[in-house]
Structures are given as structure tokens and as C-alpha cells.
């Protein structure tokens, strides 16, 4: 099963030509390859629901991110994003908690990821607590070997300080300064368009399901 290389292709050229002209001329490539991109996700979506039962239900329109993106407050002012995102969890790509990410973008710009992004601050706040309160389950989840090969260490996002109301003392602090709490991997093009691509997709993110799951008791609480 492999993404077709013509997604990668549409986003290269959208890439070098992220104007609306362009894009309106080329609406039909682009409805193309986001159908493909669905068709893959759906697919995905069904892996991951063997070893993840709360994604079981979901569509992979539901998981999917917009093409277009919001020029109110940015500098950038393309109208397009260049690569198809689609964020698998419960609740798909709106959800508060941990889920599996699936970023595509040509140029050796693609990444698949785990775990919870910029959590607003209550929720943040009990992510931290459970780590708090069970920093030994957590320590073995992220600093296991095939975790450590896969994805290395948490993404490098921390407060200089202990975060109020936490500890300054407590000896696992450092686990308790990241803002977020995600796990990622970069992945080149020639990966995608291996064969094996969807194989290995669904090997990685099954190795990311027990961070999903630590962080997402802390919310269901």
C-alpha cells in the first residue's frame, strides 16, 4: 500500500506556485490528490484501530486539516498550506487528547508524530500532574529503547523554571517544564514512495500508542 507519488508532485508545484491563479487552475489536481491523501488516511486509520480502539469510528475527512491557510495575523500571506496534514484521535483533528499525526510535504519535509500539542493550560496542568504523580510509568515510556531510536526525546519546548504551582524540588522537575508533550519523526520523501511506507507508518505509530495513553488518563480523569 503506498501513497501515490502524485501527491507529493501536487504539493511541490503548489509549493512553487502558491498564488490563487495558479491554484483555481489547478483545483482539480489538487481535489485529486486530497482524495488520494483521504483514501491513504482511511487506510491508516484502520491500522492504527487495531492496537488504538478509540480511533475505531472515525473518518478521515474528520482527521483532516484544511489546505488553506489563515493570513489574518502572519506575515506569510500565501493562501496554502503546502503539505496535507490529518490528525488521528478521538474527536479527530480538533481534539484535545493524544493522538497519531501524519504530515506530508515534499523536500524531505514530512514527519509523522505523537502524543499532545500545545495543550491549553488547564489541560497542560494535568498532563503534569499525572507525570507528577507517575514519573517512573512515564520515564519507561519515553526512554524506551524503541521509542529513543524511533523518535529520540521529547520535543525541545520547556519553561526555565518549574511551572507554578509545581515543586521546584520535586527530582523529576525537568519532565515537568515542557509546554507540550509530543514525539516526532522526520521523514524524506523516498521513504513515502517505498513500498513498504504504510508498513512502517503503522510500526511507528504503534510505538507511540503507551505515551497516547498515559497522557490521555490524565484528561479522562
Same mark, same amino acid.
Given at each position: 500500500?503506498?501513497?501515490? $507519488?502524485?501527491?507529493?508532485?501536487?504539493?511541490?508545484?503548489?509549493?512553487?506556485?502558491? +498564488?490563487?491563479?495558479?491554484?483555481?487552475?489547478?483545483?482539480?489536481?489538487?481535489?485529486?490528490?486530497?482524495? =488520494?491523501?483521504?483514501?491513504?488516511?482511511?487506510?491508516?486509520?484502520?491500522?492504527?484501530?487495531?492496537?488504538?480502539?478509540?480511533?475505531?469510528? &472515525?473518518?478521515?475527512?474528520?482527521?483532516?486539516?484544511?489546505?488553506?491557510?489563515?493570513?489574518?495575523?502572519?506575515?506569510?500571506?500565501?493562501?496554502?498550506?503546502?503539505?496535507?496534514?490529518?490528525?488521528?484521535?478521538?474527536?479527530?483533528?480538533?481534539?484535545?487528547?493524544?493522538?497519531?499525526? #501524519?504530515?506530508?510535504?515534499?523536500?524531505?519535509?514530512?514527519?509523522?508524530?505523537?502524543?499532545?500539542?500545545?495543550?491549553?493550560?488547564?489541560?497542560?496542568?494535568?498532563?503534569?500532574? %499525572?507525570?507528577?504523580?507517575?514519573? %517512573?510509568?512515564?520515564?519507561?515510556?519515553?526512554?524506551?529503547?524503541?521509542?529513543?531510536?524511533?523518535?529520540?526525546? &521529547?520535543?525541545?519546548? =520547556?519553561?526555565?523554571?518549574?511551572?507554578?504551582?509545581?515543586?521546584?524540588?520535586?527530582?523529576?522537575?525537568?519532565?515537568?517544564?515542557?509546554?507540550?508533550?509530543?514525539?516526532? $519523526?522526520?521523514?524524506?520523501?523516498?521513504?513515502? #514512495?517505498?513500498?513498504?511506507?504504510?508498513?512502517?507508518?503503522?510500526?511507528?505509530?504503534?510505538?507511540?500508542?503507551?505515551?497516547?495513553?498515559? #497522557? +490521555?488518563?490524565? &484528561?479522562?480523569?
Amino acid at each position: 500500500m503506498k501513497l501515490d $507519488k502524485s501527491v507529493l508532485e501536487f504539493l511541490s508545484d503548489l509549493e512553487a506556485n502558491n +498564488n490563487r491563479e495558479w491554484f483555481n487552475e489547478n483545483k482539480k489536481r489538487y481535489e485529486q490528490a486530497r482524495d =488520494k491523501f483521504i483514501d491513504f488516511t482511511e487506510n491508516v486509520i484502520n491500522g492504527i484501530s487495531i492496537f488504538d480502539n478509540s480511533v475505531k469510528n &472515525l473518518s478521515a475527512k474528520d482527521t483532516l486539516f484544511r489546505i488553506y491557510r489563515d493570513v489574518r495575523f502572519g506575515k506569510d500571506k500565501s493562501p496554502y498550506k503546502t503539505h496535507f496534514g490529518a490528525y488521528i484521535s478521538k474527536g479527530g483533528r480538533k481534539s484535545i487528547y493524544g493522538g497519531y499525526y #501524519l504530515h506530508i510535504q515534499p523536500g524531505g519535509e514530512s514527519l509523522i508524530a505523537g502524543g499532545i500539542h500545545c495543550p491549553e493550560s488547564s489541560n497542560l496542568k494535568k498532563l503534569r500532574t %499525572e507525570i507528577m504523580y507517575r514519573p %517512573e510509568i512515564f520515564k519507561k515510556i519515553i526512554y524506551s529503547k524503541e521509542i529513543v531510536d524511533t523518535f529520540g526525546e &521529547l520535543y525541545e519546548d =520547556k519553561l526555565k523554571s518549574a511551572p507554578r504551582g509545581f515543586d521546584k524540588n520535586f527530582e523529576d522537575i525537568e519532565l515537568l517544564k515542557y509546554k507540550e508533550y509530543t514525539l516526532l $519523526k522526520k521523514i524524506e520523501d523516498k521513504e513515502i #514512495l517505498n513500498a513498504d511506507f504504510y508498513k512502517n507508518l503503522i510500526s511507528d505509530f504503534k510505538k507511540l500508542e503507551p505515551l497516547n495513553s498515559f #497522557l +490521555n488518563d490524565a &484528561l479522562f480523569e
